[in-house]
């Protein structure tokens, strides 16, 4: 064996043997991490897409059966599967929904896939979205989110595209009848547009932009503006999509008012972390051809299997109506800490699993995260860091000694970031 051959034989060892290593630090059970077999309540549930925690056993089992099958198929031999994934959840979904797109894995791809949709048929182009909004990743979507500091390197535009602001966040404890200023809709079709919006996106709670939780009316608005200038209503359910606001999606309960043209689910939809991805749409939505809009993993197996799965568990765990029961606990939770650390801890506010609360400055937010994982904690900012926000997100599984446990850590994190920056009190 010659000298180089025998160097990257060893560095290949090396290399594989820290691979394994550093892969193996990582365990998951329920809403739980196990970091080097350190114990870490895991309030943001992954990125937001383990909506059933880690390793539920009956989406491991189903998908280890299905990879003795087969990881990946053509969407030609998908299609029946899909349709009858589509027959499970349309009893979920807003009504008039009749078609699905089951070609995506990622919110992003969705989004874009249904942006596409308003715009073939309605023959525009413009996409109307809201200040702080994200939806997704890809040059077209994050075009179209609401964080200017994310295309500061980047130029792509949606031709007739504007962005407008949202009413404030509706905050626990505040009456959903409470009155709210909405946005002036008119005002900016009729000024900011040239007649070419083709569709509105919106989240129904902003997930990334701080845990944004609109009052009703505003739905009910936009509802009445977009059907008066035959505009789509494209409802990004990526985060808020299976349980996480206590019904299966955000548009059939709390959001109901907003009656999509069209929905897009992706995160939660995996499960347990397993990407999969979605489009539910009106008869008059279905517009694509197949080469229109479409990805090498679209409806691959694992996605499916996942899916199927995830509503399977959702049906027969009670799941939703878990969520529903210990809300109010995890809520009267919040609230009495804020009340207990007044002058740190503000606007906790939420709806099912999907709270979120402020801190005084965006820097307290980091040194917060930092001091939460010495307690076992892992939560995250919103905004890329550059907002006050402290997202928490458990798991939907959890039991109520589960959310006991987040909100006993939350409470010891507070006692010590508020000994530790003291000087903070009375800046929120």
């Not at 189903?62 to 994934?85: G, I, K, M, N, P």
């Not at 791809?109 to 949709?117: D, F, P």
């Not at 539910?280 to 679209?298: A, I, K, N, Q, W």
């Not at 917060?368 to 006050?388: D, K, M, P, T, W």
Request: hydrophobic share 40%.
């Amino acid at each position: 064996m010659s000298a180089s051959a025998f160097y990257a034989g060893a560095l290949y060892m090396n290399n594989h043997h820290r691979f394994n290593q550093l892969m193996s630090s990582f365990r998951g059970e329920g809403p739980y991490l196990f970091v080097d077999g350190k114990k870490m309540f895991d309030a943001a549930s992954g990125t937001f897409n383990l909506a059933l925690g880690y390793n539920h056993p009956t989406l491991v089992a189903r998908l280890q059966q299905q990879l003795e099958r087969c990881s990946h198929l053509s969407s030609r031999f998908t299609h029946d599967a899909s349709q009858l994934l589509f027959e499970r959840l349309k009893p979920y979904l807003p009504a008039g929904m009749e078609r699905f797109w089951f070609r995506d894995i990622t919110g992003s791809s969705a989004i874009e896939g249904a942006i596409r949709m308003a715009q073939k048929a309605s023959g525009r182009s413009g996409v109307i979205s809201f200040y702080r909004a994200h939806h997704g990743q890809s040059l077209a979507t994050a075009s179209i989110s609401g964080n200017a500091f994310r295309l500061s390197h980047f130029h792509t535009v949606i031709e007739g595209s504007l962005k407008i602001p949202a009413p404030a966040s509706l905050y626990c404890g505040v009456s959903a009848s409470a009155p709210i200023e909405l946005p002036d809709f008119e005002q900016y079709i009729e000024y900011a547009s040239t007649d070419n919006i083709a569709c509105i996106v919106i989240e129904p709670v902003q997930g990334n932009g701080g845990n944004i939780v609109f009052p009703p009316a505003f739905y009910s608005a936009l509802r009445e503006v977009a059907s008066r200038h035959n505009i789509a209503i494209i409802a990004d359910e990526v985060q808020t999509g299976f349980g996480r606001t206590g019904s299966f999606f955000a548009s059939s309960g709390y959001a109901a008012a907003l009656q999509p043209d069209i929905l897009v689910f992706a995160k939660g939809a995996g499960g347990i972390g397993i990407p999969a991805a979605g489009i539910c749409m009106r008869p008059e939505y279905d517009v694509l051809e197949s080469f229109e809009h479409s990805s090498t993993s679209g409806a691959n197996p694992l996605a499916l299997t996942a899916l199927d799965a995830t509503i399977s568990v959702i049906e027969e765990e009670g799941v939703l109506d878990n969520v529903e029961a210990l809300q109010p606990h995890l809520e009267a939770g919040l609230l009495e800490l804020q009340q207990r650390y007044s002058g740190f801890m503000s606007g906790a506010r939420g709806i099912g699993f999907m709270y979120a609360f402020d801190l005084p400055t965006v820097e307290s937010v980091d040194l917060f995260i930092e001091i939460a994982e010495r307690h076992q904690l892992i939560v995250r900012s919103a905004r890329y860091g550059r907002s006050n926000t402290v997202k928490v997100r458990p798991a939907l599984i959890s039991t109520q000694q589960d959310i006991d446990v987040l909100l006993h850590a939350l409470d010891a994190s507070l006692a010590e970031f508020v000994a530790t920056c003291p000087q903070l009190e009375g800046v929120a």
